[in-house]
């Protein structure tokens, strides 16, 4: 059982915009956190279910893609905006799912995909510990570079073991469709769009009601002052693991999630680039919120896309064009800092309450 000093070590930190807290209104008592969370989901897939029926195969691709990135971006939003860790080496993880998923339809093809997907939180859930538990006791810069090392060095492994994992060229997979009686329905692009997003929204849902929990008040009072939650009675390291590899089980699941939707794996997707933009694009989104999550998903995807469709008609060089999205992205996220210092979100919250008051006025 808390004692009285570590309750109130918890609550002195403002738990994030994950949803509204329980409460009595009324006489009547409001459904329970996970429960509503559910609901939100159930709603969201609705809406993507909504969109799919309205575009084409090349927009349910995309959506497939921001439904994965935003998986991998909340993951690191619990370890970063959560309990403060910083991580350089969150598309490792990323990486582990999807050559998790990719070895599995590979060599048992006879699992289903629930069951692929359970496998690959478990591996990643395993990974997350040793990570965790190495990093444990690490701060600041310490942590970043050991995360660091992670991102560089994991994969070169492809090229060690070449025969297994395919070496530069990766690994190709088949994945199935849609089902034979929705094949009228859904295309199979649609339907990957379909289960990668009700995947994301069952590990949002998860996520949120962590955050809006006990575990994720006592992340927040660690990251606010590390020192004091200890004296409180908070186990800091036992957290600080947990967190780690919460955050590891998400970012493995959008890696399996990406393997499935492209139906490739190769160890040039799952560079220490990747693991910067994911980190970038969280900041851009505003730390400390799931929705700013949303936000850094939509711009990784789509700014890549708009940026290169927009270098095509200029005759730049293939160089050119790779990087021109990347410079593109750094000018933004300069821009956003410096007129929305907390983000996409935190402005959208600020123009929010300006006009709540002007409609109070």
């Known amino acids: ?64 893609a921001v439904g994965y990135t935003m998986l991998a971006v909340a993951g690191l939003q619990l370890l970063v905006g959560g309990s403060g860790q910083v991580s350089l080496g969150h598309g490792a993880f990323m990486m582990i799912g999807a050559y998790t998923m990719a070895l599995l339809v590979l060599h048992q093809p006879m699992f289903p995909l629930a069951v692929n997907m359970l496998i690959i939180v478990a591996v990643s859930v395993v990974a997350g510990i040793a990570v965790g538990s190495a990093t444990a006791r ?7 570079g050991a995360t660091l090392i992670l991102a560089v060095g994991l994969p070169g492994l492809t090229h060690r073991y070449h025969e297994f994992l395919g070496g530069s ?37 998860v996520l949120a009601t ?56 190769t160890p040039s997707s799952f560079t220490l680039a990747l693991s910067l933009t994911l980190l970038a694009a969280l900041v851009l989104g505003g730390i400390g919120s799931l929705w700013g999550s949303l936000w850094a998903a939509v711009s990784i995807v789509y700014l890549q896309i708009w940026i290169s469709d927009l270098a095509r008609p200029l005759s730049m060089s293939r160089d050119a064009e790779n990087n021109l999205p990347i410079v593109i992205f750094g000018i933004v996220l300069i821009l956003v800092l410096r007129f929305w210092p907390l983000g996409v979100h935190g402005a959208l919250q600020r123009l929010a309450a300006r006009v709540r008051s002007a409609k109070s006025r």
């Open 210 to 265: 962590i955050s809006a929990g006990r575990l994720g008040r006592r992340m927040r009072a660690i990251r606010d002052d590390e020192t004091a939650a200890a004296m409180a009675g908070i186990p800091v390291g036992k957290t600080k693991v947990v967190a780690f590899v919460i955050a590891s089980a998400a970012g493995g699941l959008a890696g399996g999630l990406q393997a499935y939707v492209l139906g490739t794996v």
């Open 1 to 64: 059982m808390s004692s009285p000093t570590q309750q109130r070590a918890e609550r002195a930190s403002t738990p994030a915009a994950t949803g509204p807290r329980v409460s009595s209104t009324g006489g009547r008592r409001s459904l329970p956190l996970p429960l509503r969370h559910l609901l939100f989901a159930g709603l969201g897939l609705a809406v993507v279910t909504a969109l799919l029926f309205v575009t084409g195969d090349l927009t349910a691709l995309r959506l497939a």
């Open 169 to 205: 060229n990766g690994l190709n997979i088949r994945t199935a469709g849609a089902p034979p009686f929705l094949q009228g329905l859904f295309t199979n692009s649609e339907w990957k769009a379909l289960v990668v997003w009700t995947a994301v929204v069952l590990g949002l849902a």
């Open 138 to 144: 690490l701060h600041g810069p310490y942590l970043a």
